[in-house]
């Protein structure tokens, strides 16, 4: 395979260390293919423990080197918006990018690529606004006052799905609490974060301060996890990999935030806008063909209305067009990853061996691209016990469950591992501050799903995973608290002598 790919001549991303592109020191590469015609497009450096030594030992270094560490916040806020303006103006080349890596439609990843350049002014924004507090103290003669400083090198671990955005997610904040990073993507989709490294290099950012290494989870994400000059690691991604990264960082005491799995409810009431509704849910679940952690993968419908609603949403999501997501009226788009595609596949089997009856789709369309499409697939039928209801899919699956009242709606949408996400569609205020306050979830959107903001911090309960991201709050997770006492009496008293 290696010598076919460098006959073919293809595109070769190295890692990016030190504000250098270098070779892995293995020598290795692996191919990166593109999910809608499943062709081979680029190679990808295949880093091991002496890649991810190289890059922390450059991160810990930028830290402490006066390029970086003598920055002011306001200096280093600078740096950002210069950085969000490279975005900004290089998002159609980024997006095609990481659209070719992923199969993301057209038409919402340049949306989303783009928008991360006000993510980054954002944090340029709040980068000189974090401050310290004065303390009273019950000490006589001692002035007290607190002050942050960044924790030191962060680990960013991220998935396929969407790597720049959940990059940005972690890597504005800790920029602009004056920390430095290593962030490793996701095998199948490293190609973007590449040319990404190239822009914080472009926008002034001191060597090291942002690096790259590309590979596989055991042989680059845990050396990363492990490494003894990481002080936080930020992961999103499943469960399972997010649980192994926890123990892996108690080891060494690291901070973590997790942004991990979900299985969403999404709440219709009979008093719903129901045709606002339907397009509320075919966006929660359908949308990137439901390869989002915050998918309203299960649909809660009041029980009068179930059987109309549900036909309005086959109606609707029936004419779906599916195919190249380079085409910009494509709606729904490739299963980024063979294995995924898989595990929906078993997912769709499991659900109707369990009893759940399939109303709509169900079916994998061999006739389209490399055949990595799963049509929009609809379950009626459905328990909240199964499979389907409580395990993440992560595709464009929908479980349908009724509900007959209040009550019943809060146990069913609570009666599962995860809190992410959950939406609520109703013209009651009343009812839509009772399910706001009861439902067990990091994020509840009332008549709207999926809407996130750089100003609004999102992250789960439960199983979906530890800290928050995005907002104010977040610039927290990367700064440690110091308290500073000075003594304001000369007189300072004989410890042996008690008064």
């Known amino acids: 395979m290696d010598q076919q790919l460098r006959e073919t001549d293809l595109p070769r991303y190295g890692n990016f260390i030190g504000g250098q592109e270098i070779a892995p020191s293995t020598g290795k590469y692996f191919p990166t293919e593109n999910p809608y015609d499943g062709k081979v497009w680029a190679e990808i450096a295949r880093s091991d423990a002496h890649d991810v030594d190289a890059a922390v030992t450059a991160a810990h270094a930028a830290l ?20 969000a303006d490279l975005i900004i103006e290089n998002a159609p080349h980024l997006a095609a990018i990481e659209m070719r890596d992923n199969g993301k439609l057209a038409a919402e990843v340049t949306g989303q690529v783009r928008y991360l350049g006000d993510y980054y002014h954002y944090y340029a924004g709040l980068a000189d606004k974090v401050q310290g507090a004065v303390i009273p103290t019950d000490k006589k003669g001692v002035f007290a006052y607190t002050k942050y400083e960044a924790k ?29 990073a290593v962030i ?19 926008a002034g950012f001191p060597d090291g301060v942002v690096n790259v290494v590309t590979g596989f989870g055991q042989e680059v994400g845990e050396p990363l996890v492990t490494h003894p000059l990481v002080a936080h690691v930020g992961f999103t991604g499943g469960g399972g990999a997010g649980r192994k990264i926890y123990e892996l960082a108690a080891r060494g005491l690291k901070t973590v935030t997790l942004e991990l799995g979900g299985k969403s409810p999404n709440v219709v009431f009979d008093d719903a806008d129901l045709d606002q509704a339907v397009k509320g849910v075919v966006s929660g679940v359908f949308a990137a063909s439901g390869q989002t952690c915050m998918a309203g993968s299960r649909l809660l419908v009041q029980r009068s209305i179930q059987e109309a609603f549900v036909q ?20 729904i788009g490739p299963i980024a990853t063979r294995p995924q595609f898989e595990r929906i596949m078993a997912c769709i089997e499991s659900a109707k061996l369990e009893g759940a009856t399939c109303v709509l789709g169900g ?15 609809i379950f009626t039928d459905v ?21 007959d009242d209040e009550e019943d709606a809060i146990r069913i949408g609570n009666d599962v591992a995860y809190g992410l996400a959950a939406g609520v569609w109703t013209r009651s205020l009343h009812r839509a501050m009772v399910m706001t306050d ?14 996130t903001s750089f100003t609004s911090p999102f992250g789960g309960y439960k199983q979906s995973g530890i800290g928050r991201e995005s907002g104010v709050e977040t610039i927290k997770e990367y700064l440690e ?5 000075i003594s304001t009496d000369l007189d300072v008293p004989n410890p042996f002598i008690r008064r």
Do not use: H
């Open 481 to 485: 608290t110091k308290c500073v006492m």
């Open 184 to 202: 490793k993507p996701s095998e199948f989709t490293s190609a973007s974060m590449i040319e990404f490294a190239r822009l914080i290099k472009q």
């Open 383 to 403: 328990t909240n016990d199964m499979r389907i209801a409580q395990e993440e899919v992560f595709g464009p699956v929908l479980a349908v469950i009724p509900f």
């Open 152 to 180: 030191g090198v962060v680990g960013i671990i991220t998935p396929w799905n969407s790597p720049l955005a959940l990059t940005s997610w972690k890597l504005a904040p800790a920029l602009a609490a004056g920390c430095t």
């Open 438 to 451: 009861r439902l067990k979830a990091g994020t509840v959107w009332v008549n709207n799903y999926r809407a």
């Open 363 to 377: 079916r994998a369309r061999s006739d389209l691209g490399a055949g990595q499409f799963v049509e929009p697939t």
């Open 312 to 331: 309005r949403l086959i109606d609707f999501v029936g004419q779906a067009k599916i195919g190249d997501p380079s085409k910009m009226d494509t709606q």
């Open 64 to 83: 402490n080197g006066a390029a970086w560490a003598s920055l002011t916040a306001t200096q280093r806020g600078a740096l950002l918006r210069r950085l």
